[in-house]
């Protein structure tokens, strides 16, 4: 039994159930504020955010992460509305993006003058203890993401904050890769900065195929997100394969499920012509309705894919050491 801070207040562990890893209610790039003439219909976001909890609930689900970071566009209000009004348990995070797409210019200009990973850490851990500015809501995770290539200076101050409030406060750990890259890079550098790995999710670990890739990963005792079910970066047939294979070598134990989907916009970055195109591929139901069946073509069983959604999440937020990999289980 664990406890574990939702929007709305901290439950016991043993209450997430069915539980999908890593959605958005909304999501604003840092600048989206500009977009004066794309004003944010907080009435309407909160019915189409309504509207998807609603379809999930009707599939059993009752719990999810939405690990927006600090810097792109998180609404903690419009996540307790949407839980209150659903009953639902949503989960939020705490953290910075990539540097590529993030907040950065805040924070470099501050690195000018102070030990900028110290105040990172002392905003997560605020957050953490505190609640989140004047709301009194407290994340339940830490979120944190690199772009391609190695971490720029800006990421190695990220995720060193990251750790420090990771190992004061217990919180677990997910991250966003570009393309399924740098994921046993950032495993190597969490666990080097002593948080432990199965603390750890390796978020869009789907956006390679590798399944060599995938193994170091879960080899070195981390979580792998395959949560981005519906992006076309790869294919969701694909992405099916490389699951079924994991469980195959024994890997089930240690992957987590979700779509990365976004339900709102704020300052909407997509051209008008294909908005309706996007809101379309952006739901957070495709595990169930296209993706369970791939898998289960596969010769994946019932047992392993509950594991997907409702062990393994569990697990992940008890902080339930993961066994050696390729032992009994």
Not at 227 to 240: C, E, H, L, M, N
Request: charge should be negative.
């Amino acid at each position: 039994m664990t406890t574990i801070q939702t929007v709305t207040g901290p439950i016991d562990s043993r209450e997430l159930g069915r539980t999908l890893m890593h959605e958005h209610l909304a999501v604003g790039y840092p600048g989206w504020e500009a977009a004066t003439n794309e004003a944010f219909d907080r009435p309407a976001a909160t019915r189409v955010c309504i509207e998807h909890v609603e379809s999930l609930q009707a599939l059993g689900y009752s719990s999810m992460i939405d690990p927006c970071p600090n810097d792109l566009g998180r609404d903690i209000e419009l996540m307790v509305d949407v839980a209150e009004a659903t009953g639902f348990n949503i989960i939020c995070a705490t953290g910075l993006y990539k540097e590529h797409e993030g907040g950065a210019a805040h924070w470099q200009f501050r690195a000018r003058y102070e030990d900028v990973s110290a105040a990172m850490a002392d905003l997560f851990i605020g957050e953490l203890t505190d609640g989140v500015g004047g709301t009194g809501v407290r994340p339940g995770i830490i979120k944190v993401g690199t772009g391609l290539g190695d971490l720029t200076t800006h990421e190695t101050a990220v995720f060193a904050a990251a750790a420090r409030a990771a190992g004061e406060t217990g919180t677990p750990i997910t991250t966003h890769t570009e393309d399924g890259t740098l994921g046993d890079r950032q495993q190597e550098v969490l666990t080097t900065a002593g948080v432990p790995a199965h603390r750890i999710v390796i978020g869009h670990s789907c956006g390679s195929t590798e399944t060599d890739y995938h193994l170091r990963i879960a080899r070195g005792g981390s979580y792998l997100g395959f949560d981005r079910f519906g992006i076309p970066t790869v294919s969701d047939d694909d992405r099916a394969a490389s699951l079924a294979r994991l469980v195959e070598h024994g890997a089930g134990d240690r992957i987590v499920v979700s779509h990365d989907s976004v339900w709102c916009w704020k300052g909407n970055p997509w051209p008008v012509a294909l908005r309706e195109r996007i809101a379309k591929q952006f739901i957070p139901t495709r595990f169930d309705t296209e993706i369970i069946p791939k898998l289960q073509d596969s010769g994946v069983s019932e047992e392993a894919i509950a594991r997907l959604t409702v062990h393994n999440p569990r697990r992940y937020f008890e902080g339930e050491a993961l066994a050696s990999f390729g032992a009994s289980r």
